[in-house]
């Protein structure tokens, strides 16, 4: 997400962290509850730095996933995943959908047609069951982290620039028409 950083600071005000695990540079994340717990510590900071505005969760792969887990229990304006993980580790048996189906924010969901995290065609069953608004924007010959093999941008004629480009307009756009709240009680 650092690389999002600064292109998303073209929209609006970016806060980033890290989850305890990655600090402390253990491979395996800590459990979701206490994921849930950091990633809503860190959005009632980033509320405090700044007080007014929209909210806007995005999250790269479990950061999303973790970020939807919040947007049940805290008022946000919208979600944004990028490389939402769909499948436990790739097997289409293992769904993580019971959040996707539960909420009721706004969703845009950022996927590479190569993501064996988040197959196409199960993300699209899954999306018809929504009873959130929610969006996609495809990354054809994108991986898990929305990046092409040169040879596919090559005969393209772009660069991995003007794919993130096309992400962050179509980012952009989904926050745009979004119904903005400054009221954040439930």
Same mark, same amino acid.
């Given at each position: 997400m650092q690389n999002w950083k600064a292109r998303l600071s073209e929209i609006g005000d970016v806060e980033t962290f890290d989850y305890d695990y990655m600090r402390e540079g253990r491979k395996r994340p800590d459990p979701l509850p206490k994921l849930i717990a950091a990633h809503r510590e860190a959005l009632n900071r980033a509320r405090e730095r700044h007080p007014a505005g929209a909210t806007i969760l995005i999250g790269k792969s479990m950061g999303g996933r973790? $970020?939807?887990?919040?947007? !049940?229990?805290? &008022? =946000?304006? $919208?979600? =944004?995943?990028? /490389?939402?993980? !769909?499948?436990?580790? /790739?097997? *289409?048996? &293992?769904?993580?959908? @019971?959040?996707?189906?539960?909420? &009721?924010?706004?969703?845009?969901? =950022? %996927?590479?047609? *190569?993501?064996?995290?988040?197959?196409?065609?199960?993300? @699209? %069953? =899954?999306?018809?069951?929504m009873k959130a608004p929610n969006f996609l924007h495809i990354v054809d010959g994108g991986d898990h982290s929305l990046r092409m093999p040169k040879r596919e941008l090559q005969r393209a004629s772009k660069t991995q620039e003007d794919i993130d480009q096309q992400i962050l307009k179509a980012i952009a756009g989904f926050v745009d028409q979004l119904p903005m709240s400054a009221d954040r009680s439930r």
């Open positions: 973790v $970020g939807c887990h919040v947007s !049940l229990e805290e &008022k =946000v304006d $919208g979600l =944004v995943c990028l /490389g939402y993980p !769909l499948c436990a580790m /790739g097997d *289409r048996a &293992k769904l993580r959908d @019971e959040v996707l189906r539960a909420l &009721k924010t706004p969703i845009l969901f =950022v %996927q590479g047609t *190569r993501d064996p995290l988040c197959p196409l065609d199960l993300l @699209e %069953q =899954v999306r018809a069951e």
